[in-house]
């Protein structure tokens, strides 16, 4: 199967999610990520882990 099936499946996956009750709509979810993942694109959680992290702020002013 192609790129373009498994990103059309995705689509058709997510639209039927919209429609379901909030158990299903995860399961529905979960396999839209797994359909973007055979698709060549990253997962959402994959997306979350390539951001940097922010570093906490700290001063340093008047410190010596």
Not at 4 to 17: K, P, S
Request: no cysteine; glycine share 4%; proline share 8%.
């Amino acid at each position: 199967m192609d790129e373009d099936f498994y990103r059309a499946r995705a689509l058709q996956v997510r639209d039927i999610a919209e429609k379901a009750d909030p158990f299903t709509k995860q399961r529905l979810l979960k396999l839209a990520d797994q359909y973007e993942v055979w698709a060549g694109n990253p997962s959402r959680a994959s997306r979350s882990l390539a951001r940097p992290i922010p570093l906490p702020f700290t001063q340093t002013r008047g410190k010596a």
